[in-house]
């Protein structure tokens, strides 16, 4: 059997006869490989060759920390043995079957995820991915109530389907505009940037709680099928919801008979130290949307976890959505080892105490020294430092969506840290800490040791 490059593959045999070097994939990924939300030719991607927990590598033995666990969908770290082990042993058994059949890998994980979810979420819609969750579930919830209007963040992020773009309310939706329509955006609460003008967390929670019901009131609630939140705001700045807000939200949902969506795909199985991040506040929205985590991108899943309700509005009616892979057995049966080992292992536990004992006191400890700390926030694995220029003003280090040489001073602060060997989640003026939730506390440490250094370079930048 002949390879596209032209050597010599081993025949009916597991390993290739010739193994690739890291310079011969990167050319042929930038000759062939056409790359997620970027400038094709202004791109040059690392070649990773390994990784093993909280680590990974290229062909020439740099070794990074993985603090962004790849897409923030790494939670139980690279290459973890019983995982890949089950894997395996699910394609020996079967690699895949038709969405229409009943198969025991993805009956199991189905049955696991509605044990974990809250209240009567005893449903699983099984998809590929996030975007294809938030999709499925506005769909869900507009067939149910027979309303169409969905009301979303400006500060979120929930894929980049045709509708899931238009829910998102970060850049990224800009040039895909004009799109789906029905989509509405509102302010969640920000404390350290309140939209509200508020004192604190709880004027923030009343306050934005007022202005999502007045947005409810100007768009007619008996318009609006969905509200549909990041329970704790990923990629837009790691916002995690002050109290009272999420039981806000469901009061609001329970008045006016509108369906209450949390998009869980990033900060659900175990970034917040919980199943899901709705736990956290004991919680029960009517649709979940979850993926990365669920199996930690393994296998490709995500899925949509519905209010038995929900579900019934399909009983005598076909549910008009599907897709080929729905419930792929590889997939789930990566979810049901990885839920397992995450039961076994105590990683709940761990990701939790690395938030509370470790992560949180040396975030805040970086916010006294570093004059270009403004704010840190999160919970379990799950944490931003935000930079600014001034702590009074909180002018941001760089401008929101800084390109090109505005957002030079970021880009020095990542490049300090890769060169040390870190690699940083970083997102407008904010580093995002979220390394895999099996990380120990030693490469914790490492890793912040290595931020605080590069935080050296924004406090050059700071004027307060
Ligand atoms: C909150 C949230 N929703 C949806 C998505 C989209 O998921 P996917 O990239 O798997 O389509 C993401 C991806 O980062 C996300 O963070």
Wanted: net charge negative; charged share 20%.
């Amino acid at each position: 059997m002949f390879g596209g490059d032209g050597r010599t593959y081993a025949c009916a045999m597991t390993s290739v006869e010739t193994r690739p070097d890291g310079a011969s994939v990167v050319r042929n990924d930038r000759a062939h490989v056409f790359h997620s939300w970027s400038a094709q030719g202004l791109i040059s991607p690392i070649p990773v060759a390994g990784g093993e927990g909280s680590w990974f590598w290229d062909y020439d033995g740099q070794r990074y920390l993985d603090f962004s666990s790849q897409l923030v969908n790494l939670n139980i770290g690279h290459q973890h043995p019983r995982l890949i082990a089950a894997i395996q042993e699910a394609a020996g058994r079967l690699c895949t079957v038709a969405p229409s059949f009943a198969n025991a890998d993805r009956s199991e994980a189905a049955r696991l995820i509605t044990e974990l979810a809250p209240d009567d979420l005893d449903m699983v819609f099984f998809t590929n991915g996030g975007a294809e969750a938030t999709e499925n579930a506005i769909r869900m919830a507009r067939l149910h109530t027979a309303r169409h209007k969905v009301l979303t963040m400006y500060r979120s992020y929930h894929g980049a389907t045709g509708a899931a773009i238009t829910m998102t309310g970060d850049p990224r939706r800009w040039p895909s505009e004009p799109s789906a329509v029905g989509m509405v955006k509102f302010w969640g609460p920000y404390p350290y940037r309140s939209a509200f003008h508020s004192a604190d967390e709880t004027e923030e929670s009343a306050r934005s709680l007022q202005h999502l019901s007045d947005v409810i009131m100007v768009e007619g609630a008996h318009t609006i099928a969905a509200i549909v939140l990041e329970t704790v705001v990923g990629t837009n700045g790691i916002l995690v919801p002050p109290p009272g807000y999420l039981q806000g939200v469901r009061d609001l949902c329970d008045q006016h008979g509108i369906v209450m969506i949390c998009d869980e795909v990033m900060a659900g199985f175990g970034r917040c130290g919980e199943w899901f991040a709705v736990d956290h506040w004991n919680i029960a929205p009517d649709l979940i949307c979850f993926a990365k985590g669920v199996n930690s991108g393994y296998v490709p899943l995500g899925g949509v976890v519905i209010r038995q309700a929900i579900a019934d509005t399909f009983k005598e009616r076909p549910y008009p959505g599907g897709l080929t892979y729905s419930g792929h057995p590889l997939a789930c049966a990566a979810a049901v080892a990885s839920i397992t080992i995450f039961k076994e292992e105590g990683i709940l536990e761990h990701a939790r105490m690395l938030g509370t004992d470790v992560i949180g006191p040396a975030l805040r400890e970086l916010q006294e020294r570093h004059p270009s700390v403004g704010d840190v926030r999160g919970l379990g694995v799950f944490w931003a430092i935000e930079l600014v220029r001034n702590r009074e003003t909180h002018e941001p280090l760089v401008p929101y969506n800084a390109s090109g040489e505005a957002a030079a001073p970021m880009n020095e602060v990542v490049a300090a840290c890769k060169a040390k060997g870190v690699w940083p989640f970083a997102h407008f003026n904010r580093i995002h800490v979220v390394p895999p939730c099996t990380i120990s506390v030693e490469d914790v440490r490492l890793g912040i040791a290595v931020i605080d250094e590069a935080l050296e370079l924004a406090d050059r930048h700071t004027t307060g």
